[in-house]
């Protein structure tokens, strides 16, 4: 997808309206939201994918939390138990995967797969990355509730990045 220009205030139609009664509809959909999280070596380590797992973990729309520890550190692959101990206990399903082979691409083919096979049509896939930050329920809500109550086919979630007093990333001012 292409960058775009806009000189004028972005503003997301989503966000025009109050969002209380949404939820309630996200937990009626016949789908499951099932989010995959892509994560390197690197979040491992530094924990911020603890973070955002604690975080999701809150979330009562979710159904199940799927984190694909790609291929850079096979060793990885046996400290998923220190993953979980790190993680406070709530009901959301939380399964840890293995890439074979390293790349976030590679990572959510893997993701994806585990998504078809146990859900085939039936989910709201979601993909976070590992290091987000600004993570917060409302945030994932508006990007299930289009797909799960709407029966839309994809919805991206767009936001501004600000350095140096100017608009940076996906929406940027030339």
Same mark, same amino acid.
């Given at each position: 997808?292409?960058?775009?220009?806009?000189?004028?205030?972005?503003?997301?139609?989503?966000?025009?309206?109050?969002?209380?009664?949404?939820?309630?509809?996200?937990?009626?959909?016949?789908?499951?939201?099932?989010?995959?999280?892509?994560?390197?070596?690197?979040?491992?380590?530094?924990?911020?994918?603890?973070?955002?797992?604690?975080?999701?973990?809150?979330? +009562? !729309?979710?159904? @199940?939390?799927?984190?694909? #520890?790609?291929?850079?550190? *096979?060793? /990885? $692959?046996?400290?998923?138990?220190?993953?979980?101990?790190?993680?406070?206990?709530?009901?959301?399903?939380?399964?840890?995967?293995?890439?074979?082979?390293?790349?976030?691409?590679?990572?959510?083919?893997?993701?994806?797969?585990?998504?078809?096979?146990?859900?085939?049509?039936?989910?709201?896939?979601?993909?976070?990355?590992?290091?987000?930050? +600004? !993570?917060?329920? @409302?945030?994932?809500?508006? #990007?299930?509730?289009?797909? *799960?109550? /709407? $029966?839309?086919?994809?919805?991206?979630?767009?936001?501004?990045?600000?350095?140096?007093?100017?608009?940076?990333?996906?929406?940027?001012?030339?």
């Amino acid at each position: 997808m292409a960058d775009f220009f806009q000189s004028k205030s972005i503003i997301t139609l989503q966000s025009l309206c109050k969002h209380s009664h949404l939820e309630a509809k996200v937990k009626q959909s016949a789908k499951k939201i099932v989010v995959v999280v892509p994560c390197s070596t690197r979040h491992y380590i530094l924990g911020t994918i603890h973070n955002l797992l604690n975080q999701l973990q809150t979330v +009562s !729309f979710v159904h @199940e939390i799927i984190v694909i #520890l790609n291929g850079e550190n *096979a060793e /990885l $692959e046996y400290d998923t138990k220190d993953l979980f101990n790190s993680i406070e206990p709530h009901s959301t399903i939380i399964t840890a995967l293995s890439a074979t082979r390293t790349g976030k691409g590679f990572a959510l083919k893997t993701g994806f797969d585990y998504v078809y096979q146990s859900y085939q049509n039936n989910a709201v896939l979601v993909t976070l990355d590992a290091d987000l930050q +600004s !993570f917060n329920e @409302e945030y994932l809500l508006k #990007l299930v509730y289009p797909i *799960a109550v /709407l $029966e839309g086919h994809f919805n991206k979630g767009y936001y501004a990045r600000f350095s140096n007093n100017k608009l940076d990333g996906r929406l940027q001012d030339y």
